[in-house]
């Protein structure tokens, strides 16, 4: 008997491991004194340009966690799977880092569109997502803590700076043709509305994830410019695109000093594939930059550029995300003294770690959390200096302000009223949005 | 030691001083003070002293102005003296600002960078242009002109006139009465010599000129916003003209990365009808190869770089070409007849490549660089034209052209096409056809690669570039004609064109969806393409 059930035990073990060989780094052979951390991030298809980094930043953390005593007296223990850029993958794997590995909290996804796919195994599964990049906002979910930017610690800045201290008066709103870029750009063109732009002054234009071919955009940008106004350039173009867009900009000679482009999916990791000098003074709105002047800046991009053992690697805004989140878990599984999920998400509320660029970031109720926002020229060197920063610290906020259906809800997922769409209006939970 | 340095500076600047005529050295060091202001604060304070610096009217401050513009001007932290400084080693090597005499070194954390903004940019550019307006080199002037006319700065009407008096090339004579122009219609000078200016403006015709018009057309009024109407009209119409031409050009150019990205396709899948998924990654491992040969030329011999894509062409064409042989032999040679088969297998082989590239290269984009003669932008007319995308044309044509020679009047271009056209007696006739098979296909994966040399110049390279083509090229192909080169010419052209004539109206999104409907419904009209092959192949 009780051999039979070991020899069982065995084989269910063996099929498991060969089932997950290809992708779990870290074994199937489980033991019982870890904590497991679930990575579900890209590593192949389109996303894994900017997910693969994300993933070796997360297992950097948890090593040096681990160095530093671990968790609760136990090793963390990380558990990578690859969704493949694949969408419907994602709520997949998810459901098998939940289910099959017993993962208590998942740091991963990027585009909007894989969070979205994940959303209902987390709420099904009642578990914890931590989503470390800038997205379009409109969302509050218990179970998800969005520790990147929300529009109004991004774009709003960002747009602001450009009207401010540039004096721009016509505004290109270019986007990739996916759910952030039109939902931001919403948002962005209700605000420009909203300070007077007219009609007339904002063109929006949208192009094909991967567009290669940026000769009649950019031109018609320099056509948009020349109107005797200040114009310039809200960039959401998102990913590979980004490269030819920035080359086509260098070529034509569009000169920063002429028509500005600011760029919120512009890191250092995506300049890295391109000869800056052109550039020089085009703009990004982050919450990070690499160039950040600080000493937990200065040791966090030792300790990574060590880790993966290239003394040139960058580092980017997801990553501090990632940082941020991470160090945010850590503190409130060891305020609630368990990695129950009910219990860390009542606990890590109101819970404040230091970020990298100098100050403290705290979760708020409605999962978002506090940032300062930056923005940067770019470099010759590929990096990108501070022109201008934020006083303090900027809430985030989950429902936009500029929004019809969107203005009068609230997030707030603290009892008594744990709701993620409170609507003031009706005083119901359940407005609209998801 | 800072003290010993800044004797030895100071003993170094008295030399030079001493050296050079009398009167510089009084008034460089009467700048001095002024120049090491620069280092004071903020943007707004840095501006102001950039007022001042230009408000001496020395042309003698213009190498730190420029050098503060280009963020090349740091300061000292031990003395806040400022200095002109560039990379050297692992410091800086320092260089006077005022008499451009080298100053020594400073280590990284010595000194910093004096910042500047977009604002301060833009402010240093009209202010060298006030400065450099009588600089001896005409090009010198030119560029000071032109930054007067970006500016519209009034206070340069003085400073243009006595320059234009003084002007002896009729190039920049031109740029500087326009640039006159431009800030006379900024000034409030009288209404007779703002209409001179909108006619000035209205000769120059470009959208430069355009913007500044519609600039007076809302602000003035009377006779000089009528001038203004009627001279943005006229310039409106032959711009529109130039629009026309330029989205030609713009077809062509897309047209000619397509017909690159498939004809190594039409090809492998044209002649030899292998549905052939891995076409991308051929032409994504012809970029790697120019990434690795600039890696080289950087690290071992920097004189090359302009010359790295010649380098990069026969290897680039040699790796993908011995890769595809590779896939034919192994493959591709056990599934011919088998098209479904095929396209799986090759599909698979297609992913092993990218995650193969991913493994050793890394998912990051690799920075593949443009030689000075692939940079920059010239102008015809009204049209703007940049190098990269004219040599990417003339090199289409060229690898058009060469393969056309290699298939029509080289003995393997005979055995090729006999083993298209019929197989079967074609190996009567002793042709080997294995080896014919495994030839034409490293023949066309090799282009692929040839082609991926050009791409890496517009397109980023990484492990994803193929994907981006694949579809287009199979597009093109099929479009074209299945087995005809000249169909996949014209088929590429066709596509680049009627893709950038439905850009502007229907948006690149829907551009495209247009051009995948018009092709499928032309296929229903004339399954074989533009340019049928006729014959017995196609029966077969």
Same mark, same amino acid.
């Given at each position: 008997?009780?051999?039979?059930?070991?020899?069982?035990?065995?084989?269910?073990?063996?099929?498991?491991?060969?089932?997950?060989?290809?992708?779990?780094?870290?074994?199937?052979?489980?033991?019982?004194?870890?904590?497991?951390?679930?990575?579900?991030?890209?590593?192949?298809?389109?996303?894994?340009?900017?997910?693969?980094?994300?993933?070796?930043?997360?297992?950097?953390?948890?090593?040096?966690?681990?160095?530093?005593?671990?968790?609760?007296?136990?090793?963390?223990?990380?558990?990578?799977?690859?969704?493949?850029?694949?969408?419907?993958?994602?709520?997949?794997?998810?459901?098998?880092?939940?289910?099959?590995?017993?993962?208590?909290?998942?740091?991963?996804?990027?585009?909007?569109?894989?969070?979205?796919?994940?959303?209902?195994?987390?709420?099904?599964?009642?578990?914890?997502?931590?989503?470390?990049?800038?997205?379009?906002?409109?969302?509050?979910?218990?179970?998800?803590?969005?520790?990147?930017?929300?529009?109004?610690?991004?774009?709003?800045?960002?747009?602001?700076?450009?009207?401010?201290?540039?004096?721009?008066?016509?505004?290109?709103?270019?986007?990739?043709?996916?759910?952030?870029? *039109?939902? $931001? @750009?919403?948002?962005? #063109? /209700?605000?420009?509305?909203?300070?007077?732009?007219?009609? !007339?002054?904002?063109?929006?234009?949208?192009?094909?994830?991967?567009?290669?071919?940026?000769?009649?955009?950019?031109?018609?940008?320099?056509?948009?410019?020349?109107?005797?106004?200040?114009?310039?350039?809200?960039?959401?173009?998102?990913?590979?695109?980004?490269?030819?867009?920035?080359?086509?900009?260098?070529?034509?000679?569009?000169?920063?000093?002429?028509?500005?482009?600011?760029?919120?999916?512009?890191?250092?990791?995506?300049?890295?594939?391109?000869?800056?000098?052109?550039?020089?003074?085009?703009?990004?709105?982050?919450?990070?930059?690499?160039?950040?002047?600080?000493?937990?800046?200065?040791?966090?991009?030792?300790?990574?550029?060590?880790?993966?053992?290239?003394?040139? *690697?960058? $580092? @980017?805004?997801?990553? #501090? /995300?990632?940082?941020?989140?991470?160090?945010?878990?850590? !503190?409130?599984?060891?305020?609630?003294?368990?990695?129950?999920?009910?219990?860390?998400?009542?606990?890590?509320?109101?819970?404040?770690?230091?970020?990298?660029?100098?100050?403290?970031?705290?979760?708020?109720?409605?999962?978002?959390?506090?940032?300062?926002?930056?923005?940067?020229?770019?470099?010759?060197?590929?990096?990108?200096?501070?022109?201008?920063?934020?006083?303090?610290?900027?809430?985030?906020?989950?429902?936009?302000?500029?929004?019809?259906?969107?203005?009068?809800?609230?997030?707030?997922?603290?009892?008594?009223?744990?709701?993620?769409?409170?609507?003031?209006?009706?005083?119901?939970?359940?407005?609209?949005?998801? | 030691?800072?003290?010993?340095?800044?004797?030895?500076?100071?003993?170094?600047?008295?030399?030079?001083?001493?050296?050079?005529?009398?009167?510089?050295?009084?008034?460089?060091?009467?700048?001095?003070?002024?120049?090491?202001?620069?280092?004071?604060?903020?943007?707004?304070?840095?501006?102001?002293?950039?007022?001042?610096?230009?408000?001496?009217?020395?042309?003698?401050?213009?190498?730190?102005?420029?050098?503060?513009?280009?963020?090349?001007?740091?300061?000292?932290?031990?003395?806040?003296?400022?200095?002109?400084?560039?990379?050297?080693?692992?410091?800086?090597?320092?260089?006077?600002?005022?008499?451009?005499?080298?100053?020594?070194?400073?280590?990284?954390?010595?000194?910093?960078?004096?910042?500047?903004?977009?604002?301060?940019?833009?402010?240093?550019?009209?202010?060298?242009?006030?400065?450099?307006?009588?600089?001896?080199?005409?090009?010198?002037?030119?560029?000071?002109?032109?930054?007067?006319?970006?500016?519209?700065?009034?206070?340069?009407?003085?400073?243009?006139?006595?320059?234009?008096?003084?002007?002896?090339?009729?190039?920049?004579?031109?740029?500087?009465?326009?640039?006159?122009?431009?800030?006379?219609?900024?000034?409030?000078?009288?209404?007779?010599?703002?209409?001179?200016?909108?006619?000035?403006?209205?000769?120059?015709?470009?959208?430069?000129?355009?913007?500044?018009?519609?600039?007076?057309?809302?602000?003035?009024?009377?006779?000089?916003?009528?001038?203004?109407?009627?001279?943005?009209?006229?310039?409106?119409?032959?711009?529109?003209?130039?629009?026309?031409?330029?989205?030609?050009?713009?077809?062509?150019?897309?047209?000619?990365?397509?017909?690159?990205?498939?004809?190594?396709?039409?090809?492998?899948?044209?002649?030899?009808?292998?549905?052939?998924?891995?076409?991308?990654?051929?032409?994504?491992?012809?970029?790697?190869?120019?990434?690795?040969?600039?890696?080289?030329?950087?690290?071992?011999?920097?004189?090359?770089?302009?010359?790295?894509?010649?380098?990069?062409?026969?290897?680039?064409?040699?790796?993908?070409?011995?890769?595809?042989?590779?896939?034919?032999?192994?493959?591709?040679?056990?599934?011919?007849?088998?098209?479904?088969?095929?396209?799986?297998?090759?599909?698979?082989?297609?992913?092993?490549?990218?995650?193969?590239?991913?493994?050793?290269?890394?998912?990051?984009?690799?920075?593949?660089?443009?030689?000075?003669?692939?940079?920059?932008?010239?102008?015809?007319?009204?049209?703007?034209?940049?190098?990269?995308?004219?040599?990417?044309?003339?090199?289409?044509?060229?690898?058009?052209?060469?393969?056309?020679?290699?298939?029509?009047?080289?003995?393997?271009?005979?055995?090729?096409?006999?083993?298209?056209?019929?197989?079967?007696?074609?190996?009567?006739?002793?042709?080997?056809?294995?080896?014919?098979?495994?030839?034409?296909?490293?023949?066309?994966?090799?282009?692929?690669?040839?082609?991926?040399?050009?791409?890496?110049?517009?397109?980023?390279?990484?492990?994803?570039?193929?994907?981006?083509?694949?579809?287009?090229?199979?597009?093109?192909?099929?479009?074209?004609?299945?087995?005809?080169?000249?169909?996949?010419?014209?088929?590429?052209?066709?596509?680049?064109?009627?893709?950038?004539?439905?850009?502007?109206?229907?948006?690149?999104?829907?551009?495209?969806?247009?051009?995948?409907?018009?092709?499928?419904?032309?296929?229903?009209?004339?399954?074989?393409?533009?340019?049928?092959?006729?014959?017995?192949?196609?029966?077969?």
């Amino acid at each position: 008997m009780h051999k039979g059930n070991s020899m069982k035990k065995t084989f269910t073990k063996l099929a498991l491991a060969g089932l997950m060989a290809s992708t779990i780094i870290g074994g199937a052979a489980a033991q019982e004194d870890t904590i497991k951390v679930g990575i579900l991030h890209s590593l192949s298809g389109t996303m894994a340009i900017s997910e693969t980094t994300l993933k070796d930043a997360m297992l950097m953390l948890i090593e040096e966690q681990n160095k530093k005593g671990g968790l609760l007296g136990k090793k963390l223990e990380a558990v990578v799977v690859d969704p493949a850029s694949d969408w419907p993958l994602f709520a997949e794997k998810a459901r098998e880092l939940i289910e099959v590995n017993g993962v208590d909290a998942v740091f991963g996804c990027w585009t909007s569109v894989s969070r979205k796919s994940v959303l209902p195994v987390f709420e099904e599964l009642n578990s914890i997502l931590f989503y470390p990049v800038q997205y379009e906002g409109e969302e509050s979910q218990r179970n998800v803590f969005y520790t990147g930017a929300a529009p109004n610690q991004q774009a709003i800045p960002a747009v602001d700076y450009l009207m401010n201290e540039e004096g721009v008066e016509r505004w290109v709103l270019a986007g990739t043709d996916y759910v952030y870029p *039109r939902t $931001t @750009n919403k948002i962005l #063109e /209700a605000y420009l509305k909203s300070k007077g732009v007219a009609e !007339e002054d904002i063109m929006i234009n949208y192009t094909p994830f991967g567009h290669s071919d940026w000769q009649t955009i950019v031109s018609d940008i320099k056509t948009f410019g020349s109107a005797g106004k200040k114009t310039a350039v809200v960039s959401t173009i998102n990913g590979d695109a980004n490269v030819p867009f920035y080359k086509e900009l260098g070529n034509a000679g569009i000169k920063a000093e002429d028509i500005p482009v600011v760029a919120f999916s512009v890191g250092e990791e995506e300049l890295a594939g391109l000869d800056t000098a052109p550039l020089v003074g085009h703009l990004a709105a982050w919450n990070y930059f690499q160039s950040a002047d600080t000493d937990a800046n200065a040791e966090f991009i030792e300790t990574w550029q060590a880790y993966v053992g290239d003394d040139n *690697r960058v $580092t @980017n805004d997801p990553m #501090e /995300a990632h940082f941020i989140g991470f160090n945010m878990w850590v !503190e409130a599984v060891e305020k609630a003294g368990t990695t129950d999920p009910d219990a860390v998400i009542d606990a890590i509320v109101g819970v404040s770690v230091p970020n990298l660029t100098g100050g403290y970031s705290a979760m708020m109720p409605n999962h978002h959390i506090t940032k300062p926002v930056l923005i940067g020229e770019i470099q010759d060197d590929g990096q990108f200096e501070t022109v201008w920063e934020t006083s303090g610290l900027v809430v985030g906020d989950a429902w936009s302000d500029y929004l019809d259906g969107s203005k009068d809800l609230i997030s707030d997922w603290r009892a008594p009223l744990s709701c993620g769409n409170f609507n003031t209006v009706t005083g119901k939970c359940g407005g609209s949005g998801s | 030691m800072s003290l010993l340095k800044s004797f030895l500076l100071f003993i170094g600047l008295m030399a030079c001083a001493v050296s050079g005529p009398s009167f510089a050295q009084s008034d460089a060091e009467a700048l001095r003070p002024l120049i090491n202001d620069l280092a004071k604060g903020k943007y707004a304070e840095t501006e102001k002293q950039i007022g001042e610096l230009v408000a001496t009217g020395d042309p003698a401050v213009a190498p730190a102005l420029e050098a503060l513009g280009e963020g090349d001007l740091y300061f000292r932290k031990s003395d806040r003296m400022v200095f002109i400084a560039h990379k050297a080693g692992k410091g800086y090597a320092l260089t006077d600002p005022l008499t451009l005499e080298p100053a020594g070194e400073a280590g990284r954390r010595e000194v910093t960078k004096i910042k500047v903004n977009n604002k301060l940019r833009r402010v240093l550019r009209s202010a060298l242009g006030s400065l450099t307006l009588m600089a001896a080199d005409p090009q010198v002037r030119q560029a000071a002109a032109q930054a007067i006319f970006k500016a519209q700065d009034p206070e340069g009407i003085d400073a243009l006139n006595a320059a234009l008096a003084a002007e002896t090339d009729d190039g920049v004579r031109k740029v500087m009465e326009e640039a006159r122009a431009a800030a006379v219609l900024n000034s409030d000078l009288d209404d007779a010599q703002k209409l001179e200016a909108v006619r000035t403006l209205s000769d120059m015709g470009n959208r430069d000129a355009l913007s500044l018009l519609i600039g007076v057309q809302s602000s003035a009024d009377g006779a000089v916003r009528d001038a203004a109407t009627q001279a943005i009209t006229k310039i409106r119409k032959s711009i529109a003209a130039w629009d026309a031409a330029q989205n030609i050009w713009y077809g062509l150019s897309l047209g000619s990365v397509l017909l690159l990205a498939a004809i190594g396709l039409a090809i492998t899948f044209g002649v030899m009808g292998v549905i052939n998924m891995a076409h991308g990654e051929m032409v994504m491992i012809g970029a790697y190869v120019t990434f690795v040969v600039q890696e080289l030329i950087r690290t071992s011999a920097p004189g090359l770089f302009d010359y790295s894509l010649f380098i990069a062409l026969p290897l680039a064409f040699l790796a993908s070409g011995l890769i595809g042989v590779a896939i034919e032999r192994g493959v591709i040679r056990w599934l011919y007849g088998r098209p479904l088969e095929t396209l799986l297998a090759t599909w698979g082989i297609s992913l092993i490549l990218q995650q193969a590239v991913r493994s050793i290269f890394g998912p990051t984009n690799r920075e593949v660089g443009n030689p000075e003669w692939m940079s920059g932008a010239f102008e015809i007319g009204q049209m703007t034209i940049t190098y990269n995308r004219m040599w990417i044309i003339v090199f289409a044509m060229l690898v058009f052209t060469g393969l056309m020679l290699v298939l029509k009047k080289t003995p393997f271009g005979l055995y090729t096409r006999a083993v298209t056209q019929n197989r079967r007696m074609a190996a009567s006739m002793g042709i080997r056809t294995p080896w014919v098979d495994a030839m034409t296909f490293g023949l066309g994966s090799g282009i692929a690669g040839i082609a991926g040399v050009a791409l890496s110049q517009i397109d980023n390279v990484s492990p994803n570039l193929g994907q981006g083509y694949i579809i287009d090229s199979f597009m093109v192909v099929v479009f074209g004609g299945v087995g005809n080169l000249w169909g996949t010419l014209v088929g590429a052209m066709t596509l680049g064109i009627v893709n950038k004539f439905l850009e502007p109206y229907a948006g690149a999104v829907l551009g495209k969806i247009f051009v995948l409907v018009i092709i499928i419904l032309f296929i229903q009209k004339r399954p074989r393409g533009l340019f049928a092959l006729k014959g017995r192949a196609v029966e077969a």
